[in-house]
Nanobody
């Protein structure tokens, strides 16, 4: 079992920055993907970014590429999403998730474990 704890959301003006953290606890396999998704009311989760833990390959949604960066901490159990140049359309609840079977990182249904999301609100 894996537990994910998300933190770092908040209210920020357009153009500002936030850094989200996703701390993993429990049995962590050596080969998996960690992903970030955003959800707004009435819609399904949208893919934001992902990282293959084994080789460090990263994936980004076109809407955030160049502004957001996914990275992992030195301890290996925490993943970060650095969000720069935020826009109002980035507003939503951000969740992290882990896929332990190496499926397509852009699909929410690839992920078996989810953390409770954190609200990010970007004002214009």
């Amino acid at each position: 079992q894996v537990q994910l704890t998300v933190s770092g959301g908040g209210l920020v003006q357009a153009g500002g920055s936030l850094r989200l953290s996703c701390a993993a606890a429990g049995r962590i396999l050596s080969y998996y993907t960690i992903g970030w998704f955003r959800q707004v009311p009435g819609k399904e989760r949208d893919f934001v970014a992902a990282m293959k833990w084994g080789n460090g390959d990263t994936f980004y949604s076109p809407s955030v590429r160049g502004r957001f960066t996914i990275s992992r901490g030195n301890t290996g159990s925490t993943t970060y999403l650095q969000m720069n140049a935020l826009k109002p359309e980035d507003t939503g609840v951000y969740s992290c998730a882990i896929d332990v079977e190496d499926k397509r990182p852009q699909l929410q249904y690839s992920y078996e474990y989810w953390g409770r999301g954190t609200q990010v609100t970007v004002s214009s």
